[in-house]
């Protein structure tokens, strides 16, 4: 253990022989000392035994580097992503560094590239993990970068493919087995040498993991099931997609739910309203709940077709969601449907359309001014206050005009020509006896129908009504008739 100025001193023979081995005793031990060469150099070394370490002086000689411990630890010191602390020769801009204090840090080209901290892993750059080709990052051809690239060279026939796994640490110190993500191919690779694969969703339960959901390699999504004819297809399980945009007025759900449901899956659409994603602000009258869209492409664009939307009927209460199905379409040069028909929440049937389709000919069916369908009764449990006609009522009948016309109706032939009465001429007579018009119908700029209350306004004859004033009439002539007889019999019984 020694130290030295490296100076030889002018001396008898003895003493420069004695100065000489301890400048040789210093060199070999790296000046090894509880403390620092009293004279130092540029570059030179010394072992501090009082540290354990291994020192080098800086080229200013003004201070020591430690350069490693005594027990074979290398140190280093804690550098930039510019200037590495541990780099290469050849690439001084490339290496390890620490960019505070636990964390260590990987640079390359001067640049950060991925930090290692007692927390996480972060890194700048995608990940590609290779079970036998050599590792590489990269971005593909579209510029997207690959986060994340397992590949596996074993893939062979169809069910084989790569897995990633998802396990859970718990507060009692165990590791659970929580999931999984696979990419399983679809095909027999050694023959076909194409990728057709699909991906499969299996969350754990029991710590095992079991398939809930696949999406293929031809768009189908299949929920509880490996293989389907159709595009969206559930055997049953339950499960929910859930799509929300926050700050939006709506949060959306497409699902299926039907674990305990003896009528099997469904297709829920759900809404609420409120502008925080999440919420449960109560629905209001006129809310569109969900909708099918069907479109089709013209060439520039997808346009909408057709739609069957589920709407809010009327203010709902609690527990309470009263609703009506809305069928729109469109019309020939139109860009939008146009509500047509609408079942409402009593299942009242309206059809706009079809109370336009005005005819002459006798009606089998009832349908009022608003487009409701409706059946014509005669049971006495539908009435009240039950008394006979008077016969005033009857007589007035006799004032109706009969007339000879023919029909403007689009549905009508121009050349054919009907028997009838005019509706305001009879309403005069008896208003009782005419369908009347109470509501006028029109569409709004989104296509849904709008109510409004007008002036009564008669629109047809109802036809059927006659037919008790008819028979009071013919009752009350063959009184008279038979009357009339008698008195002629007994006139020629004189």
């Not at 007025?249 to 009528?263: C, F, K, P, Q």
């Not at 209001?284 to 077709?305: C, P, R, Y």
């Not at 469109?330 to 028909?341: N, Q």
Request: proline share 3%.
């Amino acid at each position: 253990m020694a130290t030295h100025d490296y100076v030889i001193a002018n001396a008898s023979g003895a003493a420069v022989r004695s100065d000489l081995n301890n400048a040789l005793a210093a060199i070999v031990s790296n000046n090894s000392n509880a403390t620092a060469p009293a004279t130092t150099y540029a570059y030179m070394w010394w072992v501090d035994t009082t540290n354990g370490q291994l020192k080098q002086r800086n080229a200013a000689n003004d201070d020591w580097i430690v350069v490693r411990e005594l027990d074979g630890t290398m140190l280093m010191e804690d550098g930039t992503a510019a200037a590495p602390g541990l780099a290469f020769a050849s690439d001084l801009d490339t290496g390890f560094y620490r960019p505070a204090n636990n964390e260590l840090g990987i640079a390359t080209n001067g640049s950060s590239r991925m930090t290692v901290s007692t927390t996480a892993v972060t890194s700048t750059l995608p990940v590609i993990v290779n079970s036998s080709d050599s590792t590489t990052l990269r971005s593909d051809s579209t510029g997207v970068s690959t986060l994340l690239s397992l590949q596996n060279r074993g893939i062979d026939s169809a069910g084989d493919g790569i897995a990633i796994n998802f396990n859970m640490a718990f507060q009692d110190g165990t590791v659970r087995n929580s999931g999984a993500i696979f990419c399983l191919a679809e095909n027999n690779h050694s023959t076909v040498g194409t990728s057709v694969s699909s991906l499969v969703f299996a969350p754990a339960a029991a710590n095992v993991n079991t398939e809930r959901a696949r999406i293929t390699s031809s768009g189908q999504l299949l929920v509880g099931t490996s293989s389907a004819r159709s595009n969206l297809y559930s055997s049953g399980i339950t499960s929910q997609f859930q799509s929300e945009n926050v700050g939006s007025t709506a949060v959306e759900y497409l699902g299926t739910r039907a674990a305990n449901d003896v009528s099997g899956a469904k297709i829920v659409l759900t809404k609420t309203r409120g502008t925080t994603a999440g919420s449960n602000t109560i629905v209001q009258a006129g809310d569109e709940l969900g909708a099918v869209s069907f479109q089709g492409a013209d060439g520039t664009n997808f346009v909408e077709s057709a739609r069957i939307a589920a709407e809010v009927d009327t203010t709902p209460g609690s527990n309470d969601m009263p609703g009506r199905l809305v069928f729109s379409t469109t019309a020939d040069g139109a860009s939008s449907p146009t509500e047509h028909v609408k079942i409402d929440r009593n299942g009242g049937l309206f059809s706009y359309t079809t109370y336009s389709n005005t005819s002459a000919s006798a009606a089998n069916v009832g349908i009022a001014g608003s487009g409701v369908f409706f059946r014509s009764t005669s049971s006495a449990k539908y009435k009240t206050n039950i008394e006979a006609i008077q016969d005033s009522y009857s007589d007035a009948l006799l004032q109706c005009r009969p007339v000879w016309y023919r029909s403007i109706c689009d549905l009508d032939c121009p050349e054919h020509s009907f028997w009838g009465f005019i509706a305001e001429e009879v309403a005069a007579i008896d208003p009782r006896l005419v369908h009347w018009k109470t509501v006028d119908t029109t569409h709004d700029e989104n296509g849904s129908v709008v109510e409004t209350p007008c002036e009564p306004e008669p629109e047809g004859v109802a036809y059927d009504r006659f037919v008790p004033h008819l028979l009071n009439l013919i009752k009350r002539q063959k009184e008279q008739i038979e009357a009339m007889e008698a008195r002629l019999s007994a006139l020629e019984a004189q």
